[in-house]
């Protein structure tokens, strides 16, 4: 379960959170949904601990994977070794495993430049599967994580997210309805 109770934050006088509170059962799948700047952001960083917020509190059981709603790829590794970069080196076939999984076997050789920006997102996606694999997250978080794709893509890669993480808690940001409808649990508006 994750527990969000009465979480506040501000950047110098702009409230973002302000008490929002929040429980997510263990398996379940929330969609945050929200005007830019509504603190849904602001609200994964909170939860993950990259960010502290100026009340309230978070707690959860067991580990967190999060991605980004930018891709993050180091500009002189490859597609397969940005992966890897994550990774112990035992685990370095989960890059293989999740790069066809997300349809780029012919670009595990290609770096970021060469990458359009739908194919650097699915990079993005292949690392953060393989990184929830290796440490066996049960909590993951996805600050709008197919806003590159295509229509077909993104309801692609949605249902790679959905059979991977049939028993694992979702907190998905998107701004897009049918997504948050498809995702199969609660839409939260902030």
Sequence with gaps: ???IDGIS????KQTVLDSFSLSVDDGKKIALMGASGS????LLRIISGLEKPDAGSVSYNGDI???FQEPRLLPWKTAKDNICAVLKKENSHLA?????LVGLDDAKEKHPHELSGGMAQRVAFARFLAFAEETGADNLLLDEPFSALDSETE??????????AADKTVILVTHDDD???KLGGMVVKM
């Design 155 to 164: 309801e692609k890669m949605l249902s790679v997210l959905l059979d991977f």
């Design 1 to 3: 379960m994750i527990r």
């Design 179 to 181: 997504t948050a409808q």
């Design 96 to 100: 293989q495993k999740y790069l066809s």
């Design 39 to 42: 603190g849904k952001t602001t």
């Design 9 to 12: 934050k501000k950047y110098k």
């Design 65 to 67: 994977a999060v991605m």
